[in-house]
């Protein structure tokens, strides 16, 4: 689910993605025709500036969706399951697989520009971006940092958590505290890691 002014758009495990007024509750779009869209659960969804809308699937499949007709462009890189995509306000969006990767795309080129490879041995169910900094976490609780724009593995955190890492989130005062704080689906923990010394 994601929110843009008064439209909110969800995904489904019936292939298709709605957009929603918030004002009405009517559903206004329905991305989803037998030309165009998802073979499968659709995992994530995305609002774009400019009112497009990014998609994510089981399919390995991402949708990038035309802002007013039922239309997109499918964009293939990942070899299985897309558990998570974000996006900035350049068009710039990063994709997490169960391939055990992410990759950088030009939504504006529709064009994967850079890939995260070899730091996971699991699936990759999360992560958090801030400006270059893509942290990630895996099905099996190892992180990872990475430098978006080289490609490379910064920092490898082998199993901070006892099974899936379920949040990641940056923390910063504005003065000296630079934190990488994550939470596990199961061990019930919250770790906070010092950028400093990470």
Same mark, same amino acid.
């Given at each position: 689910?994601?929110?843009?002014?008064?439209?909110?758009?969800?995904?489904?495990?019936?292939?298709?993605?709605?957009?929603?007024?918030?004002?009405?509750?009517?559903?206004?779009? +329905?991305? &989803?025709?037998?030309?165009? /869209?998802?073979?499968?659960?659709?995992?994530?969804?995305? !609002?774009?500036?400019?009112?497009?809308?990014?998609?994510?699937?089981?399919? +390995?499949?991402?949708?990038?969706?035309?802002?007013?007709?039922?239309?997109?462009?499918?964009?293939?890189?990942?070899?299985?399951?897309?558990?998570?995509?974000?996006?900035?306000?350049?068009?710039?969006?990063?994709?997490?697989?169960?391939?055990?990767?992410? $990759?950088?795309?030009?939504?504006?080129?529709?064009?994967?520009?850079?890939?995260? !490879?070899?730091?996971?041995?699991?699936?990759?169910?999360? !992560?958090?971006?801030?400006?270059?900094?893509?942290?990630?976490?895996?099905?099996?609780?190892?992180?990872?940092?990475?430098?978006? +724009?080289?490609?490379?593995? $910064?920092?490898?955190?082998?199993?901070?958590?006892?099974?899936?890492?379920?949040?990641?989130? &940056? &923390?910063?005062?504005?003065?000296?505290?630079?934190?990488?704080?994550?939470? /596990?689906?199961?061990?019930?923990? $919250?770790?906070?890691?010092?950028?400093?010394?990470?």
């Amino acid at each position: 689910m994601d929110l843009k002014g008064d439209s909110v758009v969800t995904s489904s495990a019936d292939h298709a993605l709605r957009v929603y007024s918030l004002k009405s509750g009517r559903c206004t779009r +329905n991305l &989803f025709n037998k030309q165009y /869209g998802h073979t499968d659960w659709v995992t994530s969804c995305k !609002f774009l500036e400019d009112g497009r809308v990014w998609s994510a699937g089981m399919d +390995n499949l991402l949708c990038l969706w035309d802002a007013k007709r039922v239309m997109c462009k499918t964009m293939m890189g990942h070899n299985s399951t897309i558990s998570k995509i974000d996006t900035d306000e350049r068009n710039i969006g990063v994709s997490a697989s169960y391939d055990s990767s992410l $990759l950088v795309w030009n939504l504006d080129s529709s064009e994967c520009v850079q890939g995260l !490879f070899n730091a996971h041995k699991d699936a990759v169910v999360e !992560f958090a971006w801030r400006n270059s900094l893509v942290v990630s976490g895996d099905r099996g609780g190892s992180m990872a940092i990475w430098d978006m +724009n080289t490609g490379k593995c $910064l920092r490898q955190m082998a199993n901070p958590h006892q099974g899936a890492v379920s949040k990641i989130k &940056f &923390f910063s005062d504005g003065v000296s505290q630079n934190l990488i704080l994550s939470c /596990g689906l199961k061990d019930g923990c $919250l770790v906070a890691h010092d950028m400093r010394t990470h």
